[in-house]
């Protein structure tokens, strides 16, 4: 049985959700158009180091970056700032997912470098607030993550976009208790937030030639929201005719992209929000690994570029964080400068790391003392970038 009081408190917290989101929809509404970086006189970068390896990757990443924007940083078109107390020990000293001070900090950066930080869950020492990846996502208005994936010899070359600020993780700390007995979380599918997105991803492929969408839902049962998702991208095709769209169901989705006879016909992917985040790790793996892909999230107002996986707390604690591969978060800075306008510099950067990690591999890590150091890893990175015949010598390695 429940009680009246019970179902009170569960019925005021439903209604309270429901302000929030139509709040949230009227801001969605009269938002502007995203910001071309590449036009602005002056662009502030914001670099997070986070917790766990956090700290080490993302060093090497701002050196990869300082190096590639030497220039322009001497010439105060570029500043990089770093930003401190997004650890989760300040962060559980404030018992705030973003303390304030570090969320004024962030909205003053136009784009932002972040290094993976530990999300709190039930059970373990830290108190259980919100994640700082969710919440940066969300107060930043973040809608948009991008995850490109690439099986060169396979040719597969896909770009998720998977929702960031709705679905499960728009109120994900906010679900209900409603009894000893009744749990209940929410799952939100508003129409702007399902329009960006799409329209995000169809402009993609539209742009890049990739000319597919593949929108991925289960709204054959959960038909209320991802039916919207669904029927908001059959409308929005209609806007791209020159660009094909499919529909998939999750599940099997899952399985097809372990298919390789059928892998490589997707392209453009999108999703909502906690179908993107469970198949970008699965295509992720599929590429070499999550420690080898980049993640960029993009907003109309601010962009937060990181890597994919988590903070890695295990390598800290066994002494071994100096080995730990900045790939990922390498990568997320490629990302960054490719999306401030910094096209030459970014594609650069991807031929490097390619010789590096895949053809070259001077320095091979491990994770541990048997492999190279970050360090070491982003000195041979530079030192490739450096090299005056660069493009042949990436060719040489593709012919
Ligand atoms: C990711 C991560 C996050 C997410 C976690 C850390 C909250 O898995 O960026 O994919 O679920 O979005
Ligand atoms: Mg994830």
Redesign the pocket.
């Known amino acids: 049985m429940i009680s009246q009081e019970e179902l009170k408190a569960a019925q005021d917290k439903f209604n309270k959700i429901i302000e929030e989101q139509l709040t949230r929809i009227d801001a969605m509404k009269s938002e502007g158009d995203f910001i071309d970086y590449s036009k602005k006189d002056h662009i502030e970068i914001g670099v997070v180091g986070g917790d766990g390896i956090g700290p080490f990757i993302t060093k090497e990443a701002q050196r990869v970056l300082e190096f590639l924007l030497k220039k322009d940083i001497e010439s105060n078109r570029v500043t990089i700032r770093n930003i401190d107390g997004l650890t989760i020990e300040n962060r559980a000293a404030c018992h705030k997912a973003i303390p304030d001070d570090v969320l004024a900090e962030l909205k003053e950066c136009d784009v932002i470098l972040k290094g ?2 530990t ?1 709190p869950r039930k059970g373990d020492k830290w108190p259980n607030i919100e ?1 700082a ?2 919440a940066m ?1 969300k107060e930043l208005d973040l809608f948009a ?1 991008l995850r490109p994936v690439k099986i060169p010899e396979e040719g597969v070359d896909w770009t998720f976009f ?1 929702e ?1 600020t709705e679905g499960g ?1 728009a109120v994900g700390s906010e679900g209900v208790n409603v009894n000893d007995d009744l749990a209940i979380d929410f799952t939100v599918t508003t129409q702007p937030g399902s329009e960006r997105i799409i329209r995000a991803a169809f402009d993609y492929a539209q742009k890049s030639g990739k000319k597919k969408v593949t929108v991925v839902t289960k709204a054959n049962v959960i038909k209320t929201t991802d039916g919207k998702f669904l029927d908001t991208a059959k409308e929005i095709a209609k806007e791209y005719p020159d660009v094909e769209m499919d529909d998939w169901y999750i599940d099997i989705m899952t399985a097809k992209l372990v298919d390789p006879k059928r892998r490589q016909q997707f392209k453009v992917v999108v999703l909502p ?2 179908y ?2 469970i198949i ?2 699965e295509a992720a793996e599929l590429q070499g690994g999550v420690g080898t892909a980049g ?1 960029a999230n993009i907003g109309k107002k601010h962009a937060m570029f ?1 890597a ?1 996986h ?1 903070s890695a707390p295990r390598m800290v604690d066994e002494g071994r964080a100096q080995y730990a591969d900045p790939s990922s978060i390498v990568k997320a800075a490629g990302m960054l400068l490719d999306y401030i306008g910094y096209t030459e510099e970014a594609e650069k950067l991807s031929k490097a790391l390619q010789i590096c990690s895949e053809y070259e591999k001077k320095v091979v890590l491990t994770g541990r003392s048997d492999g190279g150091t970050g360090e070491e890893f982003a000195n041979y990175l530079m030192e490739t970038l450096s090299r005056d015949d660069l493009e042949e010598y990436y060719s040489s390695f593709n012919k």
């Open positions: 993976p930080t999300t994640s990846n969710v996502r993550n998977r960031n993780y929000n906690l993107g985040d970008t790790d993640s990181e994919i988590g």
